[in-house]
């Protein structure tokens, strides 16, 4: 059987996307972790996919769900046209405001991309008159968006910017059960 696709019969997965190549866009892995219980609790798979960057996080997964059958890490396994094939067939996608999310929006997979203000409307969120009905965005307005991620207030290089990290897990988890309906 496919590694992520499974066999037949068994249940869909969500794919949680949550590199950047930018620390600061990425929202708490930890908070990832946590939404992966919550999606887990409703009777879906989950998958990890990352790069070979996010090695550490990659080690956070096997850590917290160990063999589970439930929960299927990808990080820095699988290559770009595997990636896409995970989009495709995933049944709702969370990710970060990366390239993978890109892909997920315009492939058409629901997809909820979690946005920082650096670049407000000019990447993302889509305008509503283009936006396909399957891409949904959230973000924590600021003053300082369109800041073009050159934050005054992050803490340090490696700190997500206060536009993602304020983004809170309920905030996200009110959207996402939307496209994860209880099976």
């Given at each position: 059987?496919?590694?992520?696709?499974?066999?037949?019969?068994?249940?869909?997965?969500?794919?949680?996307?949550?590199?950047?190549?930018?620390?600061?866009?990425?929202?708490?892995?930890?908070?990832?972790?946590?939404?992966?219980?919550?999606?887990?609790?409703?009777?879906?798979?989950?998958?990890?996919?990352?790069?070979?960057?996010?090695?550490?996080?990659?080690?956070?997964?096997?850590?917290?769900?160990?063999?589970?059958?439930?929960?299927?890490?990808?990080?820095?396994?699988?290559?770009?046209?595997?990636?896409?094939?995970?989009?495709?067939?995933?049944?709702?996608?969370?990710?970060?405001?990366?390239?993978?999310?890109?892909?997920?929006?315009?492939?058409?997979?629901?997809?909820?991309?979690i946005c920082g203000g650096g670049h407000d409307i000019t990447f993302v969120p889509f305008p509503?008159?283009?936006?396909?009905?399957?891409?949904?965005?959230?973000?924590?307005?600021?003053?300082?968006?369109?800041?073009?991620?050159?934050?005054?207030?992050?803490a340090g290089p490696k700190d997500s910017f206060p536009c993602v990290a304020n983004i809170t897990?309920?905030?996200?988890?009110?959207?996402?059960?939307?496209?994860?309906?209880?099976?």
């Amino acid at each position: 059987p496919h590694p992520v696709r499974g066999e037949e019969g068994d249940a869909p997965y969500v794919l949680f996307n949550f590199g950047s190549n930018e620390p600061g866009r990425k929202w708490p892995f930890t908070r990832f972790l946590d939404m992966a219980e919550r999606v887990r609790e409703r009777g879906y798979r989950v998958v990890f996919a990352g790069g070979p960057r996010e090695k550490n996080e990659s080690a956070q997964v096997d850590a917290r769900f160990g063999a589970d059958p439930l929960v299927i890490n990808m990080v820095g396994r699988d290559t770009l046209p595997q990636l896409l094939d995970m989009i495709r067939h995933a049944h709702a996608i969370l990710t970060t405001e990366t390239g993978p999310g890109h892909f997920a929006c315009v492939m058409g997979a629901p997809t909820l991309m979690i946005c920082g203000g650096g670049h407000d409307i000019t990447f993302v969120p889509f305008p509503d008159e283009i936006r396909p009905q399957t891409a949904h965005f959230i973000n924590y307005p600021m003053e300082c968006y369109h800041c073009l991620w050159r934050c005054p207030l992050r803490a340090g290089p490696k700190d997500s910017f206060p536009c993602v990290a304020n983004i809170t897990q309920d905030a996200v988890w009110e959207e996402f059960e939307k496209l994860v309906p209880v099976r």
